[in-house]
């Protein structure tokens, strides 16, 4: 019901302060410190400038042309979408069969489960890389070094010296300090699924794997919309633990999209080309987001 | 104490006409109950005299004064939501002291009140408890109390007894005609059950897409029902209809089922109701002499204990019989039923409308 | 809203669900999720126990266990590194940050959830834009604009812009929680003649406070995890946050021997599991749903 009042001059003249204040504050702040330099970003990727006092020249479209005939922006671009193939199977597949798990009491301690896994997101990215390049050290590392007394020694790896593997490494890594996140959005959706049609399906005769997957995940199509978007826009943001991990190395090999606008813009005073490559990271979270959101939702924002 | 007065009230919502023109006085102290299917217009018109809804166009008046674009609190009214619409993060206390602390009443008047108005409600037990913690019967008391608390002229109740259990429902029932009967305050009761339009009001508002189909005392609506919506709505198990044809001779069908003395001067297609207690089941053989008498065979035998309910049919008529409790009947039976045409109504098969039998 | 002890599904009656039994039969489960666990809680197990090795334990293997306990790694890095500085830094910038956020997020999201401000879908795909940005992205324009603002290398700086980039979700988030509240709550207190803000302040604030709990919490962890803008707008060592005095274990002095490194790893982590520890109960009870419903 419309409160039809409400809308009227009396509530502006009530309560014109809070108005004003708790309306055009955020507003302004968010105007200018997000949209503003999002928009100047854009704007600065049709320009030429090093950084600091040279001049900004209008180059039109140059940057994006230069970009298409990177090899490190295709590398990059590439590595973006592994790291999006990896961080869609890995966490948000483990994060909701363990969801799933911990709902049905499957298992004991769920307390302890949920803790353990959640945990690695509350970790900065600095630590969890400092942390596996500890373990996945060649030599000293914990990983190999295990591999290698249990007889496994053929799957040792140089895992970021090996410039084949590298890259799903890091993508492996990232994965793990984010399943947490699909884990508690899921164990949140799986709470309001209802119960009946869980127990209709049992009575049928039903295993868990098919409730998990034939019952419950079409009707959490709201999470897995939310939980996708959300590991599209890490996958395209990644380069925390490119920074800190392997900084592209071996050979470029493991270098991203953010990455390459961190050394075009800080290192080779290229701006406008990073702002460029930043720009192609914007449309593409966009557009992918897009398509989620079409395909997976109708109405996602209504109410 | 008010009295309300609704003039030409239009309300529309986009090109959507919920109340086409509504025109109702209810009188100071009245019990009115609105009563009517979904989307009848019931609650919207329940809203625009509480406030929380404009008037399209029209005129809304409460104790003489013109109230149509004043604000709820200006209103001098109280209401019950269905849900009750209790703070969860407030006491019991606190929940029905509210209205006066936000009016900045002097707190020792508002404890007192509070007190007073919580003791006549059998809660002031309850008072630092939350309404999590009290059950459903407890919870309507203290939406009760905190309607009251503010001595309305006018009370305003949206399905208050709908999320009670059927105990309860009839416990709380008798607990709002006892207020009503002490406190004599004017009440607009909506509801969608009709058993409980009867027993509560002075007067029932019977309404149908935005419509007043009649507003009349209870047993009015109930022997005299000016349309057939009317009469099939009020009264459970619901009026029997017949559709026949209206000769000088009597009223009957094409087929020679049913053959009842006529009503009245009308001629054509025509609408009999009677209600299952004016069919009565005949033990034995009906003489030739007996008129309105009509075989039906029976379906099936509700035995409540007090009463059997006989679901009846011939042809395409069907009714539902009162019987009593020791009636002998089974499904299957072809049996005599006596029409009582002294109680039967009369409407037009076209618009519904009662036709009066001279 | 949804409550951690409610079972998905009742059990199948003909297979046993009680006593010794019950766990053979799940046994693969269990077996898969034990592998689970051990992905998740091995590596900090290992670098806890790693943290507190001495010099020569580290030649032994990472999986030795240490000779002697030792806090001298921890002692180091604390005092090489400045971590108290860097502790209270990251603190301020937590604290604060996120609670400019909430606190901005908090009138337009009762707008969103309770007014019908038109062009919502708009506002929302704002919104999104505002979580979806890569921070590399706006760095260099931001960085201008601080600079013009005079705020470059302050706290206050950084702490605006943590807010700034933290409000768009929060704001998703409360406005979760707050659709949640019934509308005839706000009927009736205005009906008992409660202005717009008396309704915001007494009915809606008070019950979408396990949201803006949850909001709060989730930001300080974001931004505690932080480092890029930390690293870009501040210059001075007596600024830097934790994320970004780290930065330095990973050299060859410090990753030589892992002690050192672990030891950070450990230190920068305590006020989270602090943090976390507090909080807890309210994460992890299905409030969530409300925030991931708006």
């Not at chain 1, 909701?96 to 301690?109: E, G, K, M, Q, T």
């Not at chain 1, 591999?147 to 053929?154: Q, V």
Request: with cysteine; glycine share 8%; net charge positive.
């Amino acid at each position: 019901m419309q409160i039809s009042n409400m809308l009227g001059l009396d509530w502006l003249r009530q309560n014109a302060f809070v108005a004003v204040f708790g309306m055009a504050v955020p507003t302004i702040i968010f105007l200018l410190f997000v949209g503003y330099p999002i928009l100047y970003t854009v704007y600065l990727s049709f320009f030429s400038w090093n950084g600091a006092d040279g001049a900004k020249t209008f180059i039109g479209l140059q940057n994006y042309t230069d970009m298409w005939n990177d090899s490190y922006v295709w590398t990059a671009l590439k590595n973006n979408f592994r790291w999006l193939v990896v961080t869609l199977i890995f966490p948000v597949v483990a994060g909701y069969s363990i969801a799933y798990v911990l709902r049905a009491r499957l298992v004991p301690f769920p307390a302890l489960v949920r803790t353990v896994i959640f945990f690695p997101v509350t970790m900065s990215l600095i630590a969890v890389g400092l942390m596996f390049l500890l373990i996945l050290n060649p030599m000293f590392g914990a990983l190999n070094v295990a591999l290698e007394s249990l007889g496994l020694g053929f799957l040792i790896r140089e895992w970021f010296g090996d410039h084949r593997i590298a890259i799903y490494t890091l993508a492996f890594v990232s994965g793990w300090a984010f399943t947490g996140m699909p884990m508690i959005f899921y164990f949140a959706g799986l709470g309001d699924v209802p119960k009946e049609t869980l127990d209709a399906a049992r009575l049928e005769g039903a295993g868990h794997f098919r409730i998990a997957t034939r019952i419950a995940l079409p009707q959490l199509r709201p999470v897995t919309a939310v939980v996708v978007m959300l590991t599209i826009f890490e996958s395209m943001r990644a380069f925390d633990l490119v920074a800190v991990m392997t900084k592209g190395a071996p050979f470029g090999s493991t270098t991203v999209l953010g990455y390459q606008v961190y050394l075009e813009s800080f290192w080779n005073s290229r701006v406008g080309y990073g702002a460029a490559i930043s720009t192609l990271i914007l449309v593409l979270s966009a557009g992918l987001a897009a398509l989620v959101l079409s395909r997976l939702m109708k109405g996602a924002f209504d109410g | 104490m008010a009295d309300v007065i609704l003039e030409n009230i239009e309300k529309t919502y986009g090109g959507h006409t919920v109340l086409p023109n509504l025109n109702l006085t209810i009188e100071d102290g009245e019990f009115v109950v609105l009563v009517g299917p979904s989307g009848c217009g019931k609650s919207t018109t329940l809203q625009l005299v509480a406030g929380l809804d404009t008037v399209t166009s029209g005129r809304i008046l409460i104790g003489g004064r013109d109230v149509t674009y004043a604000p709820p609190k200006d209103r001098d009214i109280s209401m019950v939501f269905q849900s009750y619409a209790l703070f969860p993060h407030m006491t019991v206390e606190q929940n029905i002291a509210f209205g006066p602390k936000l009016r900045g009443e002097p707190k020792g008047k508002i404890a007192q009140t509070v007190r007073e108005i919580a003791a006549m409600l059998q809660i002031d037990g309850y008072l630092d408890r939350l309404p999590k913690a009290l059950s459903g019967g407890q919870r309507q008391r203290v939406a009760l109390a905190r309607s009251l608390v503010r001595h309305p002229g006018v009370f305003l109740m949206d399905e208050p007894l709908s999320n009670l259990d059927a105990k309860l429902r009839i416990e709380a029932r008798s607990l709002l005609a006892r207020m009503h009967r002490d406190l004599g305050i004017t009440t607009i009761y909506v509801t969608h059950d009709q058993s409980e339009a009867m027993t509560m009001g002075a007067r029932i508002v019977v309404m149908k897409d935005g419509r007043i189909e009649q507003a009349d005392p209870p047993l009015t609506v109930y022997n005299h029902p000016k349309t057939r919506f009317v009469a099939g709505f009020i009264g459970s198990p619901a009026m029997n209809f017949f559709d026949l044809v209206a000769t000088p001779d009597g009223l009957g069908d094409d087929h020679g089922r049913v053959r009842l003395d006529r009503m009245g001067t009308a001629r054509g297609k025509v609408t009999v109701g009677l209600r299952p207690e004016h069919i009565r089941l005949l033990d034995k053989l009906p003489g030739a002499e007996s008129r309105n008498v009509v075989s039906m065979t029976v379906d099936v035998v509700q035995r409540l204990g007090n009463e059997t309910l006989l679901d009846v049919v011939s042809g395409p008529f069907r009714a539902i019989v009162r019987a009593d409790a020791l009636a002998q009947a089974e499904p299957g039976q072809v049996r005599q039923f006596e029409f009582d045409m002294n109680a039967a109504h009369l409407f037009s098969t076209d618009d519904g409308q009662r036709i009066e039998a001279a | 809203m949804a409550d951690a002890a409610n079972p998905v599904t009742r059990t199948n009656v003909s297979r046993p669900t009680t006593g010794a039994l019950k766990w053979v039969m799940r046994a693969p489960g269990l077996f898969c999720l034990g592998l689970f666990l051990i992905l998740w809680m091995a590596p900090i197990l290992l670098v806890l126990i790693t943290s507190v090795k001495s010099n020569a334990d580290f030649l032994a293997g990472p999986f030795s266990l240490p000779s002697a306990l030792t806090f001298a790694p921890y002692k180091t890095v604390w005092e090489a590194l400045g971590f108290s500085t860097l502790m209270i830094n990251s603190v301020i910038y937590a604290t604060l940050g996120s609670a400019l956020a909430v606190i901005l997020a908090l009138v337009p999201a009762y707008a969103l959830a309770r007014k019908n401000i038109p062009g919502q879908k708009i506002i929302f795909a704002l919104l999104l834009t505002g979580l979806m940005i890569p921070q590399q992205t706006v760095l260099i324009p931001l960085y201008d604009t601080l600079r013009q603002l005079s705020l470059l290398d302050t706290k206050l700086g950084l702490i605006i812009v943590h807010a700034a980039y933290g409000m768009p979700s929060q704001v998703l988030i409360l406005r979760g929680f707050m659709t949640g509240i019934p509308k005839e709550l706000d009927k009736a207190a205005y009906l008992e003649g409660a202005s717009d803000f008396q309704i915001f302040s007494k009915v809606i604030l008070p019950l979408a406070l396990p949201g803006i709990i949850v909001g709060y919490t989730l930001n300080f962890i974001a931004i505690w995890k932080e480092f890029i803008f930390g690293l870009v707008f501040l210059n001075s060592e007596s600024n830097f946050p934790l994320t970004v005095g780290m930065l330095k274990l990973n050299s060859d002095r410090y990753m030589s021997v892992f002690n050192m490194p672990a030891a950070g790893l450990v230190i920068s982590q305590i006020p989270i599991v602090i943090v976390f520890i507090l909080t807890y109960r309210k994460l992890s009870s299905g409030q969530f749903a409300g925030a991931v419903k708006g």
